[in-house]
T-cell receptor, first 116, second 109 residues
Framework: GAGVSQSPSNKVTEKGKDVELRCDPI?????LYWYRQSLGQGLEFLIY????????KSGLPSDRFSAERTGGSVSTLTIQRTQQEDSAVYLC??????????????FGPGTRLTVT | QKEVEQNSGPLSVPEGAIASLNCTYS??????FFWYRQYSGKSPELIMF????GDKEDGRFTAQLNKASQYVSLLIRDSQPSDSATYLC?????????FGAGTTVTVRA
């Protein structure tokens, strides 16, 4: 079956511009996560959606970052007024939240964001 | 603060040797544990899942879980150059999967 997809795969933007990153999770997966990974660094949790519950936004680094998930499926991460320190790979993952393997996450290929 | 910690590495092993990776977690309520492998420039991919105390073997990989000690490990037997990657340990904490910082393994030919 289809895995997690993300678009675009690469995005180059000028400092101060807004960007939108898209994630399409595995069909039927109720949980969706966004992470950021800077070069050579670990995964930085950004935001977590689970079903119809209020999202866990505890990892968003500033109010320039926001995310929404429409219809319990596709999610969009928006970064307003981008800064050079926002340059990173943005990863999306989804999980089914059912059974013993409920927390098992499947990752998309990521979006590499470069802010010039 | 609840978290997942890994031995920081990097870890360099000769081809054919055993690579041993360790992870501790702070939430006694965690019931399932995952090991992910991430090649440079790629996304993490799941390689092992364990939820029972003891050992779980899958090919050259063995995961070991000790819930009393809140410790999970990954052994890579007969290490190959293709095993060179960063390995991430993960456990559910506060109802979401939390990842360790990762251990980078290099297998020397």
């Amino acid at each position: 079956g289809a895995g997690v997809s993300q678009s675009p795969s690469n995005k180059v933007t000028e400092k101060g511009k807004d960007v939108e990153l898209r994630c399409d999770p595995i069909s039927g997966h109720t949980a969706l996560y966004w992470y950021r990974q800077s070069l050579g660094q670990g995964l930085e949790f950004l935001i977590y959606f689970q079903g119809n519950s209020a999202p866990d936004k505890s990892g968003l680094p500033s109010d320039r970052f926001s995310a929404e998930r429409t219809g319990g499926s596709v999610s969009t991460l928006t970064i307003q007024r981008t800064q050079q320190e926002d340059s990173a790979v943005y990863l999306c993952a989804s999980s089914s939240r059912q059974g013993k393997r409920s927390y098992e996450q499947y990752f998309g290929p990521g979006t590499r964001l470069t802010v010039t | 603060q609840k978290e997942v910690e890994q031995n920081s590495g990097p870890l360099s092993v000769p081809e054919g040797a055993i690579a041993s990776l360790n992870c501790t977690y702070s939430d006694r309520g965690s019931q399932s544990f995952f090991w992910y492998r991430q090649y440079s420039g790629k996304s993490p991919e799941l390689i092992m899942f364990i939820y029972s105390n003891g050992d779980k073997e899958d090919g050259r990989f063995t995961a070991q879980l000790n819930k009393a000690s809140q410790y999970v490990s990954l052994l890579i037997r007969d290490s190959q150059p293709s095993d060179s990657a960063t390995y991430l340990c993960a456990a559910p904490i506060d109802y979401k999967l939390s990842f360790g910082a990762g251990t980078t393994v290099t297998v020397r030919a």
